[in-house]
């Protein structure tokens, strides 16, 4: 059975940073693309960013989060990190953690395995 459980998130003000943790079970994570999305209230979900399996060395950012949000990948300990610094008020969310069933940071819940999410707020 495969488990997808995230962490990290909390409240900090405009300008802060926090680092979001996934933790992948039942699975072989690093034959997997994983990636982190988020959604806010009234929103579609959207991608934020994906890494590509074994060494990671795909990546890809949405544009809101370039040169802020760093993800990275630990094979040994199954887990995903998203590394969120100068946070602003749009980045609240939920962040969500997945892992690519098929294809390439696709939004859909049938290509991805997904955790339960993670609450991110930004104060201003």
């Known amino acids: 059975q495969v488990q997808v459980v995230e962490s990290g998130g909390g409240l900090v003000q405009a300008g802060g940073s926090l680092r979001l943790s996934c933790t992948a079970s039942?699975?072989?994570?690093?034959?997997?693309?994983m990636g982190w999305f988020r959604q806010a209230p009234g929103r579609e979900r959207e991608g934020v960013s994906c890494?590509?399996?074994?060494?990671?060395?795909?990546?890809t950012y949405a544009d809101s989060v370039k040169g802020r949000f760093t993800i990275s990948r630990d094979n040994a300990k199954n887990t995903l990190y998203l590394q969120m610094n100068g946070l602003k008020p749009e980045d609240t969310a939920t962040y969500y953690c997945?892992?690519?069933?098929?294809?390439?940071?696709?939004?859909?819940?049938?290509?991805?395995?997904w955790g339960q999410g993670t609450q991110v707020t930004v104060s201003s």
């Open positions: 997945a892992a690519a069933r098929g294809g390439w940071c696709s939004r859909s819940n049938e290509d991805n395995y």
């Open positions: 039942g699975l072989t994570f690093h034959t997997y693309h």
């Open positions: 890494i590509s399996s074994y060494s990671g060395s795909r990546i």
